[in-house]
């Protein structure tokens, strides 16, 4: 999988909404780290061979762009960005571990619990983030940096779960689900709109810490920071303007919504 291919199916995600407003320095190494975040979970979620197999093999390409060479054309294309701005080895594995948790864990029984899966799944890419910005020794950033990336994980279980149903994958806590009386997961019902409403409400208060981002990094490069989580929020309007229903097709804020969202970011 080459890494142009990997990018544009990187592109309707929420994480990148913030990459244009980067300095033009930082840009490619913002897209390579997230390329290669874009590849392992295609490696977990769409690869049609043995997944734990394949993920094993990312780890040791890993491995080797740290020590050595990597040979494929992700980890190589990455691999500048890492030496560049000596990020840690730790981001990267765990993203890997949090595929393989997908293969081998379909629910989840408490918020606690999906919460420790988002801190591989989703925290890490905030983090590698915050190394090229050389600010991983800020532990407030940090702190900042993990809840705006879990509510933005949250975010797309929301939009998400009819696909991950085929998966055979649950994201909502099941203590959630039977707060709100375990409503079917396949079809639009009230209960379920409750329910989704009540993540939506959790993810909102984590996206806040954009904030916090967006003050303590400062400037344009604050400002685009925190367009990630502004990013997370559109598209929690999206939702909501769907009444919830995230069967007829993926709720997500328009184009034009997004370059709304920039445009009052520049202006701040």
């Not at 916090?212 to 929690?236: E, T």
Request: overall charge negative.
């Amino acid at each position: 999988m080459e890494v142009a291919e990997v990018a544009a199916r990187a592109a309707g995600e929420n994480f990148p909404v913030g990459s244009v407003l980067f300095p033009r320095a930082l840009r490619s190494h913002v897209r390579a780290l997230y390329c290669y975040a874009r590849f392992v979970d295609e490696l977990g979620d769409a690869y049609e061979g043995d997944r734990l197999a394949a993920l094993d093999e990312v780890e040791s390409q890993v491995a080797l762009m740290f020590e050595d060479e990597p040979v494929w054309p992700v980890l190589r294309n990455v691999q500048p960005t890492v030496r560049e701005f000596d990020l840690p080895r730790e981001p990267f594995l765990r993203l890997i571990e949090a595929n393989r948790l997908d293969q081998q864990k379909h629910e989840y029984a408490t918020w606690d619990e999906l919460q420790h899966y988002c801190t591989r799944s989703a925290d890490p890419c905030g983090r590698l983030v915050l190394g090229v910005l050389r600010r991983l020794d800020d532990a407030e950033l940090v702190a900042a940096s993990d809840s705006v990336c879990t509510g933005l994980q949250l975010v797309n279980f929301l939009q998400d779960v009819p696909r991950d149903l085929e998966l055979d994958r649950v994201y909502l806590p099941r203590e959630d689900r039977e707060r709100f009386g375990s409503p079917p997961l396949d079809r639009p019902g009230d209960e379920l709109r409750s329910l989704l409403r009540f993540e939506a409400e959790r993810a909102a208060t984590l996206l806040r810490a954009g904030d916090v981002l967006r003050a303590r990094i400062g400037g344009r490069l604050g400002r685009a920071v925190g367009l990630f989580a502004r990013g997370g929020l559109a598209a929690l309007d999206a939702l909501e303007d769907a009444n919830w229903d995230v069967f007829t097709q993926r709720p997500k804020p328009s184009r034009a919504r997004l370059a709304r969202e920039a445009a009052i970011v520049l202006i701040r």
